[in-house]
């Protein structure tokens, strides 16, 4: 990487949050790290300040990045008369778990991409403004995967369930990857210890396989299967992995009654003779 360090400590990680402690725990990593000029700012990126050149960055706020990951703040609600009004202008909602979806796309460059963990009520939630980001996420830019994660994953910080979004800033959508993740490698309650069950490397594995498109993923049974997207439209563009997967129910074969009865009773008659015996040896 030497011949890349340049680009390395000055240009290639950006972050901004409005929490302080968290930009010095950001900075402090990244120099750990030997990233000795990171470029952490502090920044409301849903603010419409971002816009200001005294006091925010307006060279990122549009196609600015190839590369976005991100974690963003859940359930949150904004003032919207604080709010930028080009992210109101896709979505019109106070939901900071929307919002950022609009914000990354936003500061991705065409054809930029970006994994972002939402929280469940994304893929389903039922109100204009969730249903407007899903179409527009879908209709204007390339969504690739919703990989689903168990309930737990946060804990203890928090129980909610959630998915990563995998998408590509601009083009369309013609079939989504779905990956249901039952395990992480740590138990799912508060202690979060190490186990031995981890879908992870198995979610790489699938992903690079339907990448280079060496499978159909066509089984909606598997962990992994592929939707195409006309089916995700006839669903208002609900992208829960339920309302997809297929479940296979086993068939459970009941012996007939009457033979149990049967087996009953010649359990009771050898326990009456047993009891015949017993007696007379009183």
Known sequence: LEPFRAHIEHDMFHGFDFDTTMLRVASMNLLLHGVSAPQ???????????????????????????????????????????????????????????????????????????????????????????????????????LEAVISLPSGVFKPYAGVSTAILLFTKGGNTERVLFYDVQADGYSLDDKRQKIGANDLPDVLTQWQTYSNEQADFSDRTAKAFAVPVEAIRAQAYDLSLNRYKEVVHQVVEHEDPKQILQRMKALELSILSEMDVLEEML
């Open 40 to 142: 952490v700012h502090y920044q409301d990126t849903l603010n419409k300040s971002m816009d200001d050149p005294k006091d925010g960055f307006p060279r990122f706020e549009e196609n600015a990045f190839d590369v976005i990951l991100a974690n963003p703040p859940f359930k949150g609600s904004l003032d919207e008369t604080s709010t930028r009004p080009k992210l109101l202008q896709v979505v019109k909602t106070k939901k900071t778990e929307l919002l950022f979806i609009v914000r990354i796309l936003r500061m991705l460059k065409l054809g930029g991409r970006s994994a972002t963990i939402v929280p469940d009520g994304v893929l389903f939630g039922s109100s204009k403004a969730h249903q407007a980001l899903r179409k527009y996420l879908i209709e204007h830019n390339q």
